[in-house]
């Protein structure tokens, strides 16, 4: 007989917004954690993460194609990005910039990822990831401070070394937190706080 808790993301549709941060590779594991706890992970690139992981190595962990381009509509019936907001029981962005925080903010909405964000009504979680000087800048915080506002929540950024060679905070927060953090929204738990 099994003990194993299921994961309350087992059968929910993730989409997974993955901005142009260094940290993007990092969205592979988080991918591939998410499916392995039994969500379907719908990954959604803005063209900065493209150029830091490849849309193929998300679409062969993910099990789904990744959507980028707001302007390619495959079926003549459907809006994309509409379509796969209202089917998301959550929106996770992993890495989350300070351009896709600005965007998220103010409403913008260039791109595929920015577009389905303003006709999603799912949950949001916003892991971000940024040198920390950028993190720590006023207009990044007013920008956070709206977005959990609007009931975000937000995991991260952590303490650490980062890519661009300054230490402090900045780092996106380990994929098991995420994850972590990501269940507890599923089942209704207030947010772990700001970290």
């Known amino acids: 007989m099994s003990t194993a808790v299921r994961s309350p993301l087992a059968g929910k549709n993730i989409v997974l917004g993955i901005a142009g ?7 592979a594991d988080l991918a591939s954690t998410l499916r392995q706890l039994g969500a379907e992970v719908w990954p959604v690139m ?7 992981v490849t849309p193929l190595t998300l679409q062969a962990v993910a099990h789904h194609p990744v959507a980028h381009d ?8 459907t809006v994309a990005h509409v379509a796969l907001a209202d089917r998301a029981d959550l929106l996770l962005v992993a890495p989350a910039t300070a351009n896709v925080i600005a965007q998220f903010a103010h409403g913008l909405a260039p791109d595929f990822l920015t577009s389905l964000y303003l006709v999603c009504r799912a949950p949001v979680l916003i892991a971000p990831a940024m040198n920390g000087k950028m993190w720590q800048h006023a207009a990044t ?6 977005l959990r506002q609007r009931g975000h929540a937000f995991i991260g950024p952590e303490d650490g070394m980062q890519a661009c060679g300054y230490e402090g905070v900045g780092r996106l927060w380990p994929v098991a937190g995420i994850v972590a953090e990501a269940e ?10 700001m970290r």
């Open 21 to 27: 941060s260094i940290a993007a590779y990092k969205a």
């Open 141 to 146: 915080q007013a920008n956070v401070a709206t």
């Open 184 to 193: 507890r929204l599923m089942v209704g738990s207030p947010p772990a706080g």
């Open 46 to 52: 803005t063209d900065g993460a493209k150029r830091f």
């Open 70 to 77: 707001l302007w390619s509509e495959e079926d003549a019936g």
